[in-house]
């Protein structure tokens, strides 16, 4: 018994020396997620409770922890400054509206262009979708100008008292904010590769019993697919909502403005800090309650994700 016991001694210091390691990893792990979060926390909390302050109390709490907090005299006058100054519920309406439209149309036909690459057999499929993915590497901004010669030339439909109007150029509505968007290569990517991991089974029996191929992926594949319809919406709603660039280019009336080129009118003569920060606060709520609502079927999208690579 002695001999055994000495025997299995350095087997439970081993066993003692891996469950320490162990823990020391998980306490790191743990330590590092939360230094993570409080960068990138920190800044919308200063954000967000220097929206209530004053200017005056803003710069006396820089370089001190009551930047943090929702220290000395609180009020929405910052708020209600905003809108006298900017047209802020305009630009609110014009950014839900584009970003609505960028992603309802987005997923349907991004989604039916994966769904054809991904389920439908035919010839030259390879080849686009690496057309396809060629395009994430060509940044916005070469393009920019070429698209902006195109939209001058294309017809653009606007309504009038008397019923629509057709003229050519898109500049100052919607639809230029919003078709050259729509097709999204990424998007694409992530439903071909979903949609190919869906047994193919399913779709030889439903064909045998009489079903079309709009029946299988209306009826089939996106019921199945709820997670990465929930994580293209949100990797296609944050582009579109954060636009700048393409607004400022085409977009010359005010009331069509979106609430990123909005932001230029506070620096403008004197720049109020209070309000900046109350008109940063309206257009970042919407894009965290969108992520907290939809952030579940994000986490399983991504974790299915990883478990197939």
């Known amino acids: 018994m002695t001999a055994a016991t000495s025997g299995n001694a350095p087997q439970v210091e081993k066993g003692r020396g891996r469950a320490a390691s162990r823990a020391r990893v998980r306490a790191l ?23 209530l302050k004053t200017d005056d109390r803003i710069f006396a709490d820089l370089g001190t922890i009551k930047a943090f907090l ?14 006298e100054r900017v047209p802020a519920a305009r630009f609110l309406l014009n950014s839900v509206v584009v970003t609505a439209a960028i992603v309802g149309l987005g997923l349907v036909v991004n989604s039916m262009i994966g ?13 686009i979708l690496s057309f396809v993915l060629a395009t994430l590497m060509v940044p916005f901004e070469t393009i920019a100008v070429p698209l902006v010669f195109w939209v001058a030339k294309l017809p653009s439909m606007q309504w009038v008292v008397d019923g629509f109007l057709i003229k050519q ?25 979903h949609f190919g991991d869906i047994p193919r089974e399913i779709d030889e029996a439903a064909r045998v019993d009489g079903a079309s191929w709009w029946t299988i992926y209306r009826r089939i594949v996106v019921p199945l697919s709820g997670p990465t ?20 280019m085409v977009v010359q009336e005010e009331s069509m403005r979106p609430v990123s080129v909005g ?8 720049p109020v ?14 894009v965290l309650i969108i992520f907290v609502v939809f952030q579940r079927s994000f986490v399983q999208s991504l974790a299915g994700t990883a478990v197939k690579g």
């Not at 929702?70 to 809108?83: A, E, I, T």
């Open 229 to 248: 319809f929930a994580t293209v919406a949100i990797i296609t709603m944050l582009p579109a909502w954060n636009s700048y660039l393409w607004p400022l």
């Open 169 to 193: 150029g898109m500049f100052n509505t919607y639809q230029v904010q919003i078709l050259p968007f729509i097709a999204n290569a990424l998007a694409i990517f992530l439903f071909a590769q």
């Open 29 to 51: 792990t743990y330590i590092g997620l939360t230094v993570a979060a409080c960068v990138a926390v920190l800044p919308l909390v200063f954000m967000i409770f220097s929206s």
């Open 273 to 286: 800090w209070g309000q900046i920060m109350a008109y940063g606060t309206l257009i970042t709520l919407p």
């Open 115 to 127: 769904f054809a690459i991904a389920r439908m057999r035919w010839r030259g499929r390879s080849i």
């Open 70 to 83: 929702p220290v000395g005299h609180l009020s929405l006058d910052n708020y209600s400054g905003v809108f």
């Open 263 to 270: 932001m230029q009118y506070f620096f403008q003569l004197n």
